[in-house]
């Protein structure tokens, strides 16, 4: 049993090769007809009843694969074996009706059975062809139009067939054919080989690429269990709700967010956006949320963790990758807003009863990007019914097909249409925006956001 049997690409070639060997076949068909059509009106010179008997014969085996290619599944990989079988027997029956027209003809089922690209059903077409050849080569010496260069009578009446005749028909004509044949054959099949082997690489790359595609999706899931999804995230906390998204422009992104308690008090949040995109920068991710979150919650502040992750993602980072990060630690009793920012976007706040506006902090440089670089913390307060808005670039850097920025000022303009939304509609509605702003554009990097909204704790 061949290795093809199983794979989808070997199998929708063969059923490829199917439907166009029945199209070749029909041709024939109708050649043959023709030549029936031609004998009446004495272009050749078989007797009628030959061609009577033999056009019918030869134009069913021709067609009967087409008639059969609504059981074709049914038939699964013996289906080939049957076109080739139809093949050989319609020309050998022509063969012995006409053998003077009809010597290329026996290329055809060679020329046919390369399209599988099967050596099984090649060297067994080949064997078949090359014996029904011969015995169609003989048989036309006694029946039909007959082979001038096999007989020396013009008319098979008049043939007289001597074995000596018969030796030299087989020795001079027969066996040279058929090593023709077999010439050509082999040239047929050198062509399909390099073919195959083209087919076989295309196997080994589709079933390298499905797993691979198999490895991305478990790396997605694993990528998207890291970060916190379960809203509400703090179903007994009503100080606050806090929502956010992340859309991966590739199967695993490098955008992160993050958000965790430290104590009781204190809620610390964080937006990042890596370097590139795909797996390096998915892995980098990794690192870079582990370090942030575990410098936090040793106690250090949203200055001293950018400082000590810098220089802890410095070493040994020959792949020169880097990370954007906003870091913030909220304090939950009274609103206060301790955050320091590594070259990240700026921040969106909206204070209760107004609209929406870029917070331009202090940036610093990107995490990774140099050791022992210093960052400032800043303080901002966060009042009841205010709502911070955190982002990355893949926000403000979507573009539509014209290659137009969808921009802060339409960010802005969205945020502020929703105002009045909780947190997740408010996430939703943004996205909701930029997929109308890009329409058919694709997505060219991630989509990360955030938002805190401060509530009344009292309030029912």
């Known amino acids: 049993m061949e290795k093809e049997q199983n794979n989808p690409i070997f199998l929708e070639n063969e059923k490829e090769a199917n439907h166009y060997s029945c199209r070749c076949l029909q041709v024939m068909g109708m050649i043959a007809a023709l030549a029936w059509v031609l004998n009446l009106l004495d272009v050749f010179i078989v007797p009628p009843m030959v061609m009577n008997v033999g056009m019918p014969v030869c134009i069913f085996s021709f067609l009967l694969p087409t008639l059969l290619r609504p059981r074709m599944a049914r038939l699964g990989g013996h289906f080939k074996y049957l076109v080739m079988g139809c093949c050989i027997l ?17 290329i055809a089922p060679v020329l046919l059975s390369c399209h599988y690209y099967s050596r099984r059903l090649t060297a067994i077409t080949l064997a078949a062809s090359v014996v029904c050849l011969n015995a169609a080569g003989v048989a036309g010496m006694f029946v039909g139009e007959g082979d001038p260069n096999l007989i020396e009578a013009f008319h098979m009446a008049d043939a007289v067939i001597t074995p000596e005749i018969l030796r030299e028909a087989v020795l001079f004509f027969l066996l040279p054919r058929s090593a023709i044949l077999v010439g050509m054959a082999f040239v047929c099949i050198t062509v399909a080989k390099r073919t195959r082997s083209l087919l076989e690489k295309q196997a080994a790359d589709s079933a390298a690429r499905q797993r691979i595609e198999t490895e991305l999706s478990v790396a997605t899931q694993i990528q998207a269990d890291m970060l916190p999804r379960i809203f509400p995230a703090f179903p007994e906390r009503r100080e606050f709700d806090i929502y956010a998204s992340m859309t991966p422009a590739k199967e695993v992104g490098g955008d992160f967010y993050d958000f965790f308690l430290v104590d009781n008090d204190h809620l610390a949040m964080v937006i990042a956006d890596v370097s590139g995109k795909g797996v390096p920068a998915a892995l980098f991710m990794v690192i870079a949320k582990t370090l942030l979150k575990n410098a936090v919650q040793m106690g250090a502040s949203p200055k001293e963790a950018l400082e000590k992750v810098n220089n802890q993602l410095c070493e040994n980072n020959e792949a020169e990758m880097f990370v954007t990060v906003w870091l913030g630690i ?36 990107v995490l990774a990007g140099l050791e022992n670089a210093r960052y400032k913390e800043y303080e901002m307060e966060i009042g009841v019914g205010d709502t911070l808005f955190l982002y990355t670039d893949g926000v403000a850097e979507a573009t539509d097909g014209a290659n137009v920025l969808y921009g802060t000022d339409r960010m802005l303009a969205a945020l502020n249409q929703g105002q009045a939304l ?9 996205k909701a925006d930029i997929d109308r702003f890009a329409g058919a554009a694709p997505q060219f990097d991630d989509i990360t956001m955030l938002a805190i909204q401060r509530k009344d704790a009292g309030a029912n």
């Open 90 to 106: 319609g020309i050998t029956v022509l063969s012995v009706a006409i053998p003077k027209h009809t010597v290329l003809a026996w």
């Open 330 to 365: 909220y304090e939950i009793p009274t609103g206060r807003l301790t955050a320091a920012n590594a070259g990240h976007e700026y921040p969106a706040i909206r204070r209760a009863g107004g609209q929406f506006e870029l917070f331009k902090d202090r940036h610093g440089f």
């Open 422 to 430: 909780e947190p997740e509609a408010l996430l939703r509605h943004v």
